[in-house]
């Protein structure tokens, strides 16, 4: 089984840049969560999906990040436009469901805005 | 507001010494708490759980109510425990967790 997948691994872009990033969960999972982790912190949850719907994104930064799992599978989140402060890592995670106690982590995309 | 705090950002001990790694929490009710793992190169993955009360790779955490506190421990540390270590605690039946800043372990031989 591949685990969750994300991509892309790595990403640099410019200031005031839209990008975006993929995340497929281990299938069956139903639960999917975006997390933000800056250099030298734990992850913060930006968003949950429970299937299709976000049932908790009070961590999102509305103004300019955005997401979407429109058939309750895949996930992308969008930054539009990038700022020098969203250089991080963003993580995806997946559980079978939202009382399953442990979460399934991807690898993360490294983000560089410059 | 539920805050974990792991108030050590690196700790290095030499191989078969002991090892304990702090992790202190704020909530007044029941929490449920987790160790996250996450080695060199590979993604963050489930250590253990206070509510299995289980020994992984011989590391133990026991959740101390009075002093707030799930601190991990393992007796004789081995150079493959390198990694970083991040102290959870989870939010309702949400399933929504919160990390702490992580401690990164450091074994030498």
């Known amino acids: 089984e591949a685990g969750v997948v994300q991509s892309p691994r790595y990403k640099i872009i410019e200031k005031k840049q839209p990008v975006a990033f993929w995340c497929n969960p281990i299938?069956?999972?139903?639960?999917l969560y975006w997390y933000l982790q800056n250099l030298g912190q734990g992850p913060e949850l930006l968003i949950r999906?429970?299937?299709?719907?976000?049932?908790?994104d009070s961590q999102l930064p509305k103004d300019r990040f955005s997401a979407e799992r429109l058939k309750g599978v895949d996930s992308t989140l969008k930054i539009q436009p990038a700022e020098l402060g969203d250089s991080a890592v963003y993580l995806c995670a997946s559980s079978p469901h939202r009382g399953y106690n442990e979460q399934f982590f991807g690898p993360g995309t490294r983000l560089t805005v410059l | 507001a539920q805050r974990v705090t792991q108030p050590e950002k690196l700790l290095s001990v030499f191989k078969g010494a002991p090892v304990e790694l702090k992790c202190n929490y704020s909530y007044s009710g029941s929490p449920e708490l987790f160790w996250y793992v996450q080695y060199s190169r590979q993604r963050l993955q489930l250590l253990l759980r206070h509510i299995s009360r289980e020994s992984i790779k011989g590391f133990t955490a026991d959740l101390n109510k009075g002093e707030t506190s799930f601190h991990l421990k393992k007796p004789f540390a081995q150079e493959e425990d390198s990694a970083m270590y991040y102290c959870?605690?989870?939010?309702?039946?949400?399933?929504?967790?919160?990390f702490g800043g992580g401690t990164r372990l450091m074994v030498k031989p």
């Open positions: 959870a605690f989870r939010h309702n039946a949400g399933n929504m967790l919160t």
């Open positions: 999906y429970e299937n299709e719907e976000a049932v908790d």
């Open positions: 299938s069956g999972h139903n639960t």
